[in-house]
């Protein structure tokens, strides 16, 4: 394991990796907090959801691959230098498997919450079943050489297609409704920290071993918080500025419940007044 030569720049560089796991972690809880209150998922991109988990599963494979795998970190360092760090921390496996849990559970929610006429999109499973199939196609390719890095670098390059496709459904769904109801913005305040923070930490890292190896041998991690950080400012804007004045209340099955026996009542005492 290649030493750091700065102890203050270590500090700083967990500090900035475990604040970006916070952020990115608890950014999905209000969003699934959002759901269970409403009973519904109207609002709610379904492409996102569906391609978050994807992608993040994709992340993860990634991750723990170079992280735990000895035979991986030996073909990085033979191909970038073994002077080189590898480019995932703790936080970022951590993160990973977090994550994909909190995804499937969002998945969860849509199948037994109000979804109104809401789908997922056609497109949504041509690009997840397309990059499960040349991921399958790679993995074979790369059986016969155990070209290991060569075969999670396809892994680690999937997040970045599934953000850009998450840019697309989820801004143009906010387009088409002139409002971001049922999208928790809490989600993306966080993921807009996280991402943040996560670049800063490559960052550090750069600085101590004065090489820049981190970022371009670590394109995923780099893609991901970019990717990430643009989408987040593009749905500020439309939450704050676009449409901060036209959000309209989604109605849940609960509301609707609690305003039936109120009609109920008020008919039934209007008769009884009749009575009189």
């Known amino acids: 394991m290649v030493p750091w030569n700065s102890i203050p720049l270590e500090i700083i560089y967990q500090v900035l990796g475990w604040i970006a796991f916070f952020c990115w972690s608890i950014a999905l809880y209000p969003q699934i907090i959002l759901n269970f209150r409403r009973k519904s998922v109207v609002g709610f991109n379904f492409d996102f959801a569906v391609l978050n988990l994807t992608k993040h599963s994709s992340y993860l494979i990634y991750n723990a691959t170079l992280y ?4 991986v970190q030996k073909q990085y360092f033979e191909k970038y230098g073994f002077s080189e ?7 970022d496996v951590a993160f990973s ?3 994909v849990l909190l995804a499937i559970f969002l998945l969860f929610q849509i199948a037994i919450y109000d979804r109104g006429d809401q789908k997922i999109s056609k497109i949504s499973f041509v690009i997840v079943a397309l990059v499960w199939s040349i991921a399958g196609v ?13 075969l999670i670098s396809v892994f680690k390059l999937n997040p970045s297609l599934y953000d850009s496709h998450q840019i697309y459904s989820s801004a143009f769904m906010n387009f088409k409704r002139k409002s971001t109801e049922g999208f928790s913005i809490v989600y993306i305040l966080c993921d807009f920290s996280g991402g943040f923070a996560n670049y800063g930490q490559m960052t550090v890292q750069s600085m101590d071993q004065n090489s820049w190896v981190n970022f371009y041998g670590n ?19 439309q939450h704050f500025l676009l449409y901060s004045t036209k959000r309209v209340m989604i109605p849940s099955k609960t509301s609707k419940e609690e305003e039936e026996p109120l009609i109920r009542s008020c008919g039934h005492h209007a008769e009884s007044e009749n009575v009189e």
């Open 68 to 71: 735990f795998s000895s035979a």
């Open 219 to 237: 394109i995923g991690k780099l893609l991901l918080a970019l990717i990430s950080i643009f989408f987040d400012i593009i749905f500020i804007c």
């Open 138 to 150: 790679c993995f074979l390719i790369a059986l016969p050489t155990h070209s290991w890095l060569w």
């Open 85 to 91: 760090m590898i480019p995932v921390a703790a936080n």
């Open 97 to 99: 498997i977090h994550v």
